[in-house]
């Protein structure tokens, strides 16, 4: 008895493994495609900077949300990709408030 407990044990704990690294290239993709899409906050940023628009666009920021909900048919996680986004949307901002007062203070 003890045998199959240990192997199922075992199994379980490899099972684990394997799912703990799929997570972790799951990751570095996430963190890849968040590099992108700051580089490109950041890009906006200048312009808004460049053109005196405020950081927040409170609509963009709406359709962003709404987008999310479109594309994710379960509304199980729909609600977290929804907080995932907002935290995503609001470093933006705080990135983009940085870069524009350190182009300030140079």
């Known amino acids: 008895m003890t045998n199959k ?3 199922a044990a075992e199994s379980d704990n490899q099972a684990i493994q394997a799912a703990r690294e799929q997570i972790n290239q799951l990751d570095q993709g996430i963190v890849d495609l968040l590099k992108q ?4 906050s950041a890009l906006i940023g200048q312009i808004k900077g ?3 628009l ?3 666009d409170s609509d963009r920021e709406k359709r962003v949300l709404d987008q999310v909900a479109q594309l994710e048919s379960d509304p199980g996680t729909r609600k ?4 995932i986004f ?3 949307l609001k ?3 705080d990135y983009q408030h ?3 007062q350190n182009e300030e203070t140079k």
């Open 80 to 83: 977290y990709l929804q907080k």
């Open 5 to 7: 407990i240990e192997m």
């Open 54 to 56: 405020q950081v927040l």
């Open 37 to 40: 899409r700051f580089q490109t």
């Open 50 to 52: 460049k053109t005196h």
């Open 91 to 93: 470093n933006s901002r």
């Open 98 to 100: 940085e870069l524009m």
């Open 86 to 88: 907002q935290e995503i």
